[in-house]
């Protein structure tokens, strides 16, 4: 489950070329060198910023206001857009995100913004001191509370004064304890209280789980036996190189990674060929820092045993389902890394003790991975697809940072950007799989298909509601708005597999398929690969943090437009794909809902 929390970080820009785009309009776009790059997002940045100024109307960028560019990518056509974080009178305005589209020439196209309306509050002036925002803070999180600044909080409707605190080692956050809370500078009312972890078992799946007695058995991989002595340590003067080792996962059978040779009898579990990415051992301990993790290291460079009974073989897992994901972003979209910034993925597991769950955690800005809790789940959760979907909340919150619109006191989530943002990584977790191609994983529109549940997978795209543990739904309704994030998510992820592969019964890999329309309409696919494409252009371009349902069909059916033209079948059929799970224009809900 995505962590929702408001980001606090510096914010550095990342300069971002187009998606690889599959057939249709070809596009290409000449190499620059850094010093270029980084003078040519200078002056977009500049050129964007007075755009949106010039046209506050459309924008909603009014005086007082500050933007600070969070990303901005370049399409192969000239095309360019800039995505802005928000201050007012100093202050940063949660909520206040948007995107600003230009031209080759940097005349203004449009723009696209999460809230719709000013984010000025009524005053400045708070009531609460930050002590006594913290105290209310800890009190509802039952941990500890520091750090409270003024923001404005723009995100339910309205623009309110409030305090943005961070709490560690509360006991209503599973993954290592800390949230952060917004807590309202008049009232003291809690305006949002939300984990600093995306946790891939929510806590209403883990309670119908034990209502129903079950118990998850994961598939284990067979590993095959391996090749005796050292692999990959070819003679060196200079340490370190890049060596290529051998792994025994649990889930994926034997392996092949790309390791650090240290000295000569001597490797690192750690790949300089995708950035530096590497997996810790976090020991049972619930840290947040990647640098208190373990290193892994070895003799031979061979690692872990295919059981649970060597520590490192969790750390196979789950090192190649990092690689693997970062693999299928960069080849697939030229992404480069989790935030495009050529910086790699991170990862600890034997997080925590008796912890049955991963997370993505922003505040260590990597994967963190329990061993089971001995009761629902008794093996690490280092599926390939659970780290596919994981790792994408890390590309979301780099991107569109969709957020939902509450979290109960049990810690659940709800509401349509929430559940958009466990679709898209249910969606690229499901493409992670396509893109491996691994036999002892063979990919499928399912997700969590390996975790041993009795239904024989967590969700899948095709038909959504088949799901029964998470009560997923197929169809949007109004009631979408306040649906739990994972069975809200069914709408969308429903959405991009009509897109793929159409409506109606079908086989893929040996998986069959039976896809319902809800008005009984027939849709034909445009294939995986353009689907992915468009869902993939729309994040990164045409979604913010309040994105729900209907802002996402106008997101895919831009970049289908963009990408293929607005008279193409691929335009059309994104229209059809909508409408089959009842998201039209004609029944966008008003603002506000």
Known sequence: MRRPHIRRVAIAVAVTTAATLPAGPVFAAAPDSPARQATSASSTVDAARAAAFAHASATG???????????????????????????????????????????????YLGVTRAADHAVEPATTEAKLTPQQAEQKAAAVTKGDASGAELVVDARDGAAALAYQVRVTDSETAESGGSSTVVVDARTGKIRSNTPDSDEFISPSLGEALRKRGEQATPETGTAATQPSGPVGTTAATHYPVTATGSGKSLFV?????????????????????????????????ELEAFSRGKKFTDGDNKWGTGTTSSRTTAAVDA???????????????????????????????????????????????????????????KKPLVVLDVTGHELTHGVVDATAALEPTRVDQDGNQFGEPGALNESLADIFGSNVEF??????????????????????FLRRLDHPSLDQLEGTIDYWSPAAYDTEVHAGSGVSSHAYYLLAEGSGRKTIGGVRYDSPTYDGSRVTGIGRAKATAIFYRALTRYMVSTTDFHDARKATLKAAADMYGANSTEYKTVGKAWAAVNVTTANTPAAGH
């Open 61 to 107: 960028v009014t005086e007082g206001d500050t933007l600070q560019a969070k990303d901005v990518m370049t399409d192969p056509d000239g095309k360019r857009h800039v995505r802005f974080v928000r201050a007012h009178q100093g202050l940063p305005v949660l909520g206040g995100d948007l995107v600003v589209h230009l031209g080759k020439q940097s005349a």
């Open 253 to 285: 059978g034997s392996v092949t990674l790309k390791t650090t040779r240290t000295a000569r009898t001597s490797f690192r579990l750690k790949d300089r060929t995708r950035w530096n990415t590497e997996t810790r051992d976090a020991r049972g301990q």
């Open 319 to 377: 090192q190649y389902g990092i690689t693997k994901t970062l693999d299928f972003y960069k080849k697939t979209f030229g992404r480069k890394g989790i935030k495009n910034n050529s910086a790699g993925a991170r990862a600890m597991v034997h997080f925590g003790n008796k912890v049955g769950n991963a997370f993505w955690d922003s505040t260590c800005g990597c994967m963190l991975y329990g061993d089971g809790d001995g009761d629902l789940f």
């Open 435 to 456: 893109a491996t191609n691994n036999p002892n994983n063979p990919p499928n529109y399912l997700v969590g298909e390996k975790l041993g549940l009795a239904q024989k």
